[in-house]
């Protein structure tokens, strides 16, 4: 597991404190602009691109390590469009090299048509089948909620999930919050991730992120440790993002 209890205290396990220590230290040498930080993340924010604004975001490799078994996914290809209206196409991609087949694939809508304090949205997914044996669609939908104040940005999501492309059909909740801290040029994310499916344990997970500006690209990393036996120990992600107008 992720942590280990020591009396009254929870401690984090040795990998995942060796993880958190290193992507730390790497964010504090590196330069971070203001900028949209998702992915490395599992919280999106109630906001959307401008309109015939494509942003890319390319997973160079995800790594998730559980009884010392690491799961390596790569690519991760997030691709979105904004669209008129505060709305945006989102698009989803994994592949898991180990499997030689995707690992999970979808497409869907973000809308936030609510500006303020806090700005308002939702997002819809529909999850793709990507395995011989699926037999349907699944679908994810979100509500969001992006609370900005004068040293820090607050996310927070919460939502549903049905997955009807296996069987048998699994359904559940999942809910998260990152906090962002733009602190001398560096913009440190922190958050925490829970979600289950209806009668299993539940997957919760904490991390840490970064992302570093390179002109015209950026890079992200980030890193979570499990909390609960359901999550992984420890996983890490490192994304290389863009933005163009398409046309």
Do not use: C
């Not at 030689?100 to 809508?109: I, N, P, Q, S």
């Not at 820090?152 to 359904?171: I, K, M, Q, W, Y």
């Not at 991390?207 to 990393?221: E, Q």
Request: aromatic share 8%; glycine share 10%; charged share 25%.
């Amino acid at each position: 597991m992720g942590w280990t209890r020591d009396g009254d205290r929870m401690l984090m396990s040795p990998t995942a404190r060796r993880w958190a220590s290193a992507i730390i230290l790497v964010a504090s040498f590196l330069y971070v602009s203001p900028a949209q930080s998702f992915p490395p993340y599992r919280s999106t924010d109630a906001d959307t691109s401008a309109p015939n604004t494509v942003e890319l975001r390319l997973g160079l490799v995800e790594v998730e390590r559980e009884d010392r078994d690491d799961k390596v996914t790569t690519p991760l290809v997030r691709l979105n469009l904004g669209l008129p209206g505060h709305a945006e196409f989102v698009t989803e991609l994994e592949y898991v090299p180990r499997d030689e087949r995707l690992g999970d694939a979808a497409v869907g809508v973000k809308w936030a048509p609510i500006r303020g304090a806090p700005a308002l949205g939702v997002e819809t997914l529909a999850l793709l089948p990507v395995r011989a044996d699926d037999r349907g669609l699944g679908f994810e939908g979100q509500l969001l909620a992006t609370l900005e104040g004068e040293s820090a940005v607050l996310h927070v999501n919460g939502g549903g999930f049905l997955d009807a492309r296996s069987s048998p059909t699994e359904a559940g909740w999942r809910a998260s919050a990152l906090v962002e801290l733009p602190l001398s040029g560096i913009r440190p994310g922190f958050e925490a991730f829970a979600k289950q499916q209806f009668g299993d344990s539940f997957d919760a997970r904490i991390g840490v992120g970064a992302i570093v500006s390179l002109g015209r690209f950026d890079l992200r990393a980030g890193v979570h440790a499990g909390v609960t036996p359901e999550a992984p120990d420890v996983s890490l992600s490192l994304w290389l993002g863009t933005k163009f107008s398409a046309w």
